[in-house]
């Protein structure tokens, strides 16, 4: 009879498990493990994330169902009370380290961005996870909610989450982009929420450029107005200052405004940015891509559902 590896086992190939047992050696809290070890958790976790369990109970469950798959995967048995135990007091660093060691290497076989363009191109955006207040105090987000917020950055060379962050559910999304550290030279796309003139003044100064969409109510004046191709949407491509106290202020140097309408919604985008290099037409497209991050948070909604 011909055997066929289950999609669970090729994923699994991509974490080596003599890297893994290393780095859980590394990082390992407490007396040392016996049955419930922390590849058995690992395993457990990531096919409740696969299949789309809903809880504790609903994981173990679906695990009883495939004892013979699990047992030649090296798993053992999981029950409810010990992979409770585990995911509270065993460390999350174990997590983070096998995520640097996964993006390495699928950086290694990723395709590029599908832009003419070389820069590395990523797309800004975050989500926010409801928690159950009772269970998770340390997370109070409205006066009967929880929440934390998770912030993604995607790589759109294979589409790869290359920068996350969890932080309180209260975190605006531009502090936690404040600190990230993109390469120099790269294009960043996000939604309005990260207009920011004193950001994009340091992401200036990096050689990074922004492409975003511009908020209402932003004072400008134009410099300078330049030849459009209106049969591709385009309505617009101004050079602009800012001309507000506040704007001025923090961004004293020119920007880009883009006015398009898309053929197919008939919906009008007005995107500002600092690139002046790329044509307007790309700079539309670059945002649009932007909604790969939209398909990777529904991708992984039940964790942020």
Known sequence: MAH???VLAQFLKLVPRHEFERDAAQHHKGRKLRKMTRWNQFVAMFMAQLSG????????????????????????????SS???????????LYERMFERVLARCQRSAPGHGFRFKSKLYSLD?????????????????????????????????????FVRITDGKRS???????????????????????????????NTQ????????????????????AVKRRQGLTSDQII???????????PGALRRIGYRDAETGKHYVFLTNNFDLSAK???????????IELFFKWINPIVA
């Open 126 to 162: 975050a989500s926010t996870v409801d928690l159950c207040l009772s269970m998770f105090p340390w997370a109070k987000f409205k006066q009967t909610k929880g929440a934390v917020k998770l912030h993604v950055g995607i790589d759109h060379g294979g589409y790869l989450p290359t």
């Open 241 to 251: 200052v800012l001309t507000s106290t506040h704007g001025a202020k923090r961004y």
């Open 4 to 6: 066929n590896n289950t």
């Open 207 to 226: 050689g990074i450029s922004l492409v975003t969409r511009m908020k209402k109510g932003i004072r400008y004046a134009v410099r300078e107005r330049r």
């Open 282 to 292: 790309t700079i539309a497209d670059i945002y649009k891509a932007r909604w790969q």
């Open 53 to 80: 369990r809903s809880s504790l109970r609903d994981i173990v469950a679906n695990l009883a169902t495939h004892p013979h798959k699990l047992y030649h995967l090296g798993v053992g048995s999981v029950t409810r």
């Open 173 to 203: 999304d531009i502090e936690a982009a404040r600190v990230l550290e993109v390469p120099r030279g790269s294009i960043v796309v996000a939604d309005r929420a990260y207009v920011d003139f004193a950001w994009l003044k340091h992401l």
């Open 83 to 93: 992979l409770a135990r585990v995911n509270e007091e065993q460390p999350y660093r």
